[in-house]
């Protein structure tokens, strides 16, 4: 069994700013949302049977109080944000497992379900599909692993290493230290990926460094590492087979009049009827 874990926001940002491409910034109302469906079911058509999409309901979350610099939806464009509840509703409609987080923030969702999933033995492989950097830090061997949907790399332990220089486990450190722009957090000055990745080479994680070390920065440099940590104790499911795509909710169909996406219907009934058979 392989269990698949989307980061829906980052989808809809995805799919957003590709129509902006060719819709001269006519936006639909329901864009970015017939995208990010069509992308997931794709992976189902393709073979996928356990899925799961976390999305931020908001965009503010705990790490705000923490920082007061943290990212929040200021920017984002309003046509882009009249998106995001949509995006749930029609993503369950369509029988999908949406995860939509309030106080806590989609890369928790997925942190979250990646450990939920690798504590399950039949559960053979867990695909993370997201490009943000701070899922590498729950990407274990080759069993949990990061895929970049866009350019097609898949990063495992391995990857994880070659990409950044350090183990998994100290990604939190490293980004604390070299900063996370995306998220709003400056790191260390004076600190780059290559300096960054010595130095956790040598001492280990931020707790272990020699005091001289940073100095005065070493609370500013632990907030980030707190700030930088993914919760991955949010219970989301029980079971892996919660995940299990079933088909379309007798409500899919009212959606896709909505969105002017009939073709999302035929596609769902399809995959239904392919997955039925595979069953048995």
Same mark, same amino acid.
């Given at each position: ?5 989307? %980061? ?11 129509? =902006? ?33 976390? !999305? ?57 379900? *990646? ?6 033995? =039949? ?6 599909? !997201? ?48 900063? %996370? ?51 991955? %104790? *949010? ?46």
């Amino acid at each position: 069994m392989i269990v698949h874990v989307v %980061d829906g926001t980052y989808e809809l940002f995805r799919h957003f700013y590709g129509l =902006r491409r060719f819709n001269k910034g006519k936006d639909k109302p329901f864009g970015a949302v017939v995208g990010v469906l069509q992308t997931v079911l794709q992976m189902i058509e393709q073979g996928a049977t356990h899925v799961g999409v976390a !999305t931020d309901h908001i965009i503010e979350s705990f790490r705000n109080r923490m920082w007061p610099g943290y990212k929040t939806s200021e920017g984002i464009e309003p046509a882009l944000f009249a998106q995001f509840h949509p995006l749930e509703e029609a993503l369950a409609a369509m029988g999908v497992v949406v995860w939509p987080m309030i106080e806590l923030e989609a890369d928790d969702a997925l942190a979250s379900a *990646a450990r939920i999933a690798s504590e399950d033995e =039949r559960v053979e492989k867990i695909c993370i599909w !997201t490009v943000d950097k701070d899922l590498a830090q729950c990407v274990r061997g080759a069993r949990v692993v990061q895929i970049d949907r866009k350019s097609k790399k898949i990063l495992d332990a391995e990857g994880v290493r070659q990409k950044f220089g350090v183990e998994p486990s100290l990604i939190p450190d490293f980004l604390a230290l070299v900063g %996370d722009a995306a998220d709003g957090y400056p790191g260390i000055a004076g600190i780059g990926p290559v300096t960054a990745a010595q130095l956790l080479n040598r001492h280990g994680m931020i707790e272990n460094f020699p005091p001289a070390l940073l100095g005065s920065r070493r609370d500013l440099a632990l907030l980030f590492k707190d700030l930088a940590t993914l919760r991955s %104790d *949010a219970p989301l499911f029980r079971d892996v087979d919660e995940l299990k795509w079933q088909g379309p909710t007798d409500t899919f169909s009212s959606w896709t009049e909505r969105m002017v996406a009939p073709r999302l219907v035929e596609r769902c009934q399809k995959a239904q009827s392919a997955a039925s058979l595979h069953r048995t």
